[in-house]
């Protein structure tokens, strides 16, 4: 049996996006630049990602869904949305899917560097961003092996959705005209309140 962990949630689900396609030549492994934020990283030398785009098949009430998985020493990330709703909407669950996406792969302090580069107000961000970044790249490097931070990070359904969120932000401030929107939306995220220091 396969550990799968949906981001943002934890636990067991079927798998939506992962359907056992790890010889997929499609999964992205490299620099890749993702489609709705457009930021461009480098992926860890055991990360693969992919972007599966439109799912009609979701779970009722989920708009998309960013799944990781191990597999021998390379790590899994895969990205679904639904596409249902408006174009704001669907800009907007693209990139937050893209924020869980970021985070899990050690991409967190990219998402906080682009959102400052954007002028968008996420102060609480930086030393949670460096300090993810840091626990993600121990997890890759233990092969998998378990990794207290992030595995703290990873159960923080607020901090982990508050993240992901910033990444829809993202993705509405490049793709929506909605002034009124992007500025709700940065409100929002800026009620935030993280954990305390790990140490």
């Not at 991409?107 to 930086?126: C, I, Q, S, T």
């Not at 992901?164 to 500025?183: M, P, T």
Request: proline residues 2%.
């Amino acid at each position: 049996m396969v550990d799968l962990i949906v981001s943002g949630l934890g636990g067991n689900l079927d798998s939506y996006c992962l359907k056992d396609s790890y010889s997929d030549d499609n999964w992205r492994t490299g620099k890749i630049q993702l489609r709705c934020t457009q930021i461009g990283v480098n992926l860890h030398s055991k990360a693969r990602y992919i972007d599966r785009g439109l799912s009609r098949n979701l779970p009722f009430g989920y708009a998309g869904l960013c799944e990781t998985n191990f597999r021998g020493d390379l790590f899994y990330v895969s990205i679904v949305r639904d596409g249902i709703g408006s174009f704001e909407l669907d800009v907007f669950n693209h990139g937050h899917e893209e924020g869980h996406a970021l985070f899990v792969l050690g991409h967190m302090n990219d998402l906080y560097n682009e959102a400052l580069r954007l002028g968008l107000k996420v102060p609480f961000f930086e030393k949670d961003a460096i300090n993810s970044d840091l626990a993600v790249r121990r997890f890759l490097e233990g092969n998998g092996k378990f990794d207290f931070e992030f595995a703290l990070r990873m159960k923080d359904l607020l901090f982990n959705e508050t993240i992901a969120n910033v990444g829809g932000l993202i993705a509405l401030v490049k793709f929506s005209n909605d002034k009124e929107l992007i500025q709700s939306v940065n409100s929002q995220i800026m009620k935030f309140k993280p954990l305390p220091d790990l140490e």
